[in-house]
Structures are given as structure tokens and as C-alpha cells.
């Protein structure tokens, strides 16, 4: 038996594989890009060939592979990506070499690590949410990934919150992703301010408080226009930011990032456009929360990495929705980025028949080394 997996995480963009150990060591770490330009039979012979090199790095042949692909998967397939384009890829297509291989949903598979040894290592049921370009969900029940009964669980993200609001690429009105995601949330400052922020820049997290802000408000509906006092979202940590002044007819891109300092610095449209990404958040977990009373909620995806300044105040939402049971608690998730890449690794060992796989590995494997 070999003594390392290789792992892979195939996003839109990049792809991010490893090599991981028996004991869960990560003793390499590589990232590709994915030429989902080319179609999907590029894509294909870019994984096969990573999956290549990555086991010559290795020294020997792998105990198994785990892959980690986007849209509609099973074990054994890959059905369906209308990110990259694919359509019934047979797991063993991705893979080179004659040695065991399992496929997982992208998401889900980040959820399976979190569960394993994350954020949710002592929970049996929990929501795993990564809130990045877009927003994605993996249902963990009983330890596992759920992911219904045709591979659509989870997708949280396309949860209308707002029955009259803006439409979403997916083709429904008033979808979570529309106002909660990075994407999202930087679009809907840069639509709103096309010129203030186009030069922002990002000062590093100091000890000082941040500036008083004014309160936010969303209206969701006729009836549900809700207020929340400024102490939500200045309970965060402190950033600061400062935007020099821009021409309007051609402003750099804002960033999710950007919108995150500038409301814990006070600025008003920010924290508007932050406190709506909150309000958002609120009624699809608490919806979540009456549905399967989940132990907890993992924040992950780059928007998470706002830290109090996102949880604070969703904490407070959630709850004051939540008025007959406490809300379960956020917590951030652990693995960042790396999160898919681990639960491949996960898959790989258990496609070489070590269905315990990861239940013994030490919380140092965060220290291994990460994907560049």
C-alpha cells in the first residue's frame, strides 16, 4: 500500500492538489489553472495530467485519488458542470493511472473535512457555508454530506429571500447569492458608488476602535423592513480604510474586502450594503434552522474571513427570527481555502478502503503546508 493520496480540488478557476498521507501529512502542494476556456475535454486531460505529476512528485504510485468537481456528481461520474461544461465524465476518465478513485461535489467535500477534523470535528449535524463568489451549502447530518436525492442538496444559495428583488443568473427573482455573496456585495457598492471606491485601499487591522456608524436598514417587503443599530456591525475587528478620490469614468473594481473595511471604518454606504448581506443571511438560516435544527453553522469562503464584522451581527439577526429557540451558534470554519483539497484527500483514502479515514488525524494537519 502506498503511503500518500493524491487530492484534488477543481474550482472554475484553479485547481488545488496535494498529497496527503496516511496520517494526514501534507508532504506536497500544487495549484493549476483550469482552461475551462478550451471546453470540457481540456479540463479533463489538465486533471489527468496534474493527477500525473503529482503522483511522479510522489515517488510511487498513489493508494488512491480524490477529486472534488463542481455541479451535479456522484461517486463514480461526474454528471453535470455548467461551470466547466462537462456532461456523464466517468471518475476513472479524470485519472490516469489504475488506482481507486472516488468523485465528491465540491462543496460538500469542503463540508466532509470540516466535519472530519474542522470546524464541525464534534458535531453530528451542521451547516457548512462558504460564502465566496457565490453561496453554497453541504448539508452534514450524521457526520456525512447530504446530498438529496438527486445531488441538489445544500444549494442554499438560490433560497429566495427576497420574493420582488433583483433577479439572479440562475433565473429566479430575489436569490440569497444576489445580495449575500463576495460577488455580490461588491457589485452592489460599486452599482450604488461607481466612483467612491475605486481606489480604496486597505490599511492593516490596528488596536484603535472603529468610527461610530449609522444605523443600516433593508426592506425587504412592505412589512418587513428591518432596523439594526450601528453596535452590530462596529462589534467587529477593527480595519480601517482609506478611498482617494477617483474619476468616475473609469473606477477600478471594488472589492468584497474593501466593502468589509470600509464598514468597520463607518462609512455609511458600506456598512448599508453590508448590514443587507446580513439581513439576506438571516431568514434562509433561519429557515435552515427550523427545518433541521442543525448543532451549528460554519462560516467559510472569503467573505467569512471578515470575521465579528460578518458574525456579530448575522448572530443577532438570526436570532431575533429565531423567537420561540435559541439560534445554533457560527462558527468559523477551519480549514480555509484548503478545505476541498482535504476532503479529497479524505475520498482518496477512502476509495483505497480506509473508511475511517481522517478520524485519527491531529488538528496540526492545519499547520501542514497549504495550496499557494
Known amino acids: ?200 485601499t486597505i490599511a492593516p487591522a490596528s488596536t484603535a476602535p472603529a468610527s461610530p456608524a449609522p444605523a443600516f436598514s433593508i426592506t425587504a417587503s412592505p412589512d418587513t423592513t428591518t432596523t439594526a443599530s450601528a453596535a452590530s456591525p462596529t462589534a467587529a475587528s477593527p480595519a480601517t480604510a482609506t478611498a482617494s478620490p477617483a474619476t468616475a469614468a473609469s473606477p477600478a473594481p471594488v472589492t468584497a474586502e474593501q466593502v468589509a473595511a470600509l464598514t468597520a471604518s463607518g462609512d455609511p454606504l458600506a456598512m448599508e450594503i453590508w448590514g443587507e448581506a446580513v439581513e439576506a443571511l438571516s431568514p434562509a438560516l433561519a429557515t435552515y434552522t427550523l427545518l433541521l435544527d442543525p448543532s451549528a453553522i460554519v462560516l467559510g469562503g472569503g467573505l467569512a474571513e471578515a470575521g465579528p464584522l460578518l458574525s456579530v451581527p448575522l448572530a443577532e439577526r438570526l436570532q431575533k427570527r429565531l423567537a420561540f429557540r435559541d439560534a445554533p451558534p457560527l462558527r468559523q470554519a477551519a480549514l480555509g481555502m484548503s478545505a476541498g483539497m482535504l476532503g479529497a484527500a479524505l475520498l482518496g483514502w477512502r476509495a483505497a ?20
Open 353 to 372: 478502503g480506509f473508511a475511517d479515514a481522517g478520524a485519527a488525524w491531529s488538528p496540526d494537519v492545519l499547520k501542514s503546508p497549504r495550496v499557494a
Open 1 to 200: 500500500m502506498s503511503s500518500f493520496v493524491v487530492a484534488l480540488d477543481v474550482g472554475g478557476t484553479s485547481m488545488k492538489g496535494g498529497l496527503v498521507t496516511r496520517s494526514g501529512e501534507i508532504i506536497r502542494t500544487d495549484r493549476r489553472a483550469t482552461p475551462r476556456d478550451r471546453g470540457p475535454a481540456a479540463v479533463v486531460a489538465t486533471i489527468r495530467s496534474f493527477i500525473d505529476d503529482l503522483a511522479t512528485a510522489g515517488g510511487g504510485t498513489p493508494a488512491g485519488v480524490g477529486l472534488a468537481v463542481p455541479g451535479l456528481v456522484t461517486a463514480d461520474a461526474a454528471l453535470y458542470s455548467a461551470n466547466i461544461g462537462w456532461r456523464d465524465v466517468p471518475a476513472t476518465d479524470f485519472v490516469p493511472l489504475d488506482v481507486p478513485v472516488i468523485l465528491g461535489h465540491d462543496v460538500r467535500t469542503g463540508g466532509l473535512a470540516e466535519s472530519v477534523f474542522g470546524a464541525g470535528r464534534e458535531l453530528s449535524d451542521f451547516l457548512f457555508l462558504p460564502i465566496g463568489t457565490g453561496i453554497a451549502g453541504a448539508v452534514i447530518l450524521h457526520g456525512e454530506p447530504y446530498g438529496g436525492s438527486a445531488g441538489w442538496g445544500g444549494e442554499i444559495g438560490h433560497t429566495p429571500v427576497l420574493p420582488e428583488g433583483e433577479p439572479c443568473a440562475c433565473g429566479q427573482i430575489g436569490c440569497l447569492e444576489t445580495y449575500a455573496s463576495a460577488s455580490a456585495v461588491a457589485r452592489r457598492y460599486s452599482t450604488r458608488a461607481p466612483s467612491s471606491a475605486s481606489s480604496t
